[in-house]
T-cell receptor, first 115, second 115 residues
């Protein structure tokens, strides 16, 4: 069975500092990996995804994530935090091309950005 | 392009009442899902559907029912509402198979309070 662990339910960074949100996954088959962002009182929006190919993937708003198979990790980073990055971030895993196995989500990490 | 549309956005129910959360998508996706989101718990899958006429239980199906008579619509019914069903509900859809990346497209959510 698949699972996702997000380390840290709340991360606080200063504006301009590095953002690092951690995600580790468990999957018995090669995974598809996703990061979603949720702004207050809104739905979830796709930030970036890894399917196949290049292990460093770039997303919207300057975020990127690196798939490390040996570490079963897919950590999300951004070099310089902006106040508008304050939101909740969810990591998710899915088996490749399996609609019968829906995405499994982590519990989320709330990012606060301090001026 | 509307994507995934959920109604209503907000609803207050009394214990024991019933209601239906509506979800429709215009992307011709075969796969549709209902999640609930509770603070600090991430998203939990309630029910999903792999196509018209086919539904299956997710992680937390008790107290809910679904139907899928068309590709576009996937309503979620709450029977005999209980305070434990106070949550934010998200409908999502996706396509899988060759060339698809498996990402979920979310509606904006329906916030339900049971008093």
């Amino acid at each position: 069975a698949q699972s996702v662990t997000q380390l840290g339910s709340h991360v606080s960074v200063s504006e301009g500092a590095l953002v690092l949100l951690r995600c580790n996954y468990s999957s018995s088959v090669p995974p598809y990996l996703f990061w979603y962002v949720q702004y207050p009182n809104q739905g979830l929006q796709l930030l970036l995804k890894y399917t196949t190919g290049a292990t460093l993937v770039k997303g919207i708003n300057g975020f990127e994530a690196e798939f490390k198979k040996s570490e079963t990790s897919f950590h999300l980073t951004k070099p310089s935090a902006h106040m508008s990055d304050a939101a909740e971030y969810f990591c998710a895993v899915s088996e490749i091309n399996s609609g019968n196995t829906p995405l499994v989500f982590g519990k989320g990490t709330r990012l606060s950005v301090i001026a | 392009n509307a994507g995934v549309t959920q109604t209503p956005k907000f609803r207050i129910l009394k214990i024991g009442q019933s209601m239906t959360l509506q979800c429709t998508q215009d992307m011709n996706h075969n796969y549709m899902y209902w999640y609930r989101q509770d603070p600090g718990m991430g998203l939990k899958l309630i029910y999903y559907s792999v196509g018209a006429g086919i539904t299956d239980k997710g992680e937390v199906p008790n107290g809910y029912n679904v139907s899928r008579s068309t590709t576009e619509d996937f309503p979620l019914r709450l029977e005999l509402a209980a305070p434990s069903q106070t949550s934010v509900y998200f409908c999502a859809s996706r396509t899988v198979g060759q060339g698809a990346t498996g990402e979920l497209f979310f509606g904006e959510g329906s916030r339900l309070t049971v008093l």
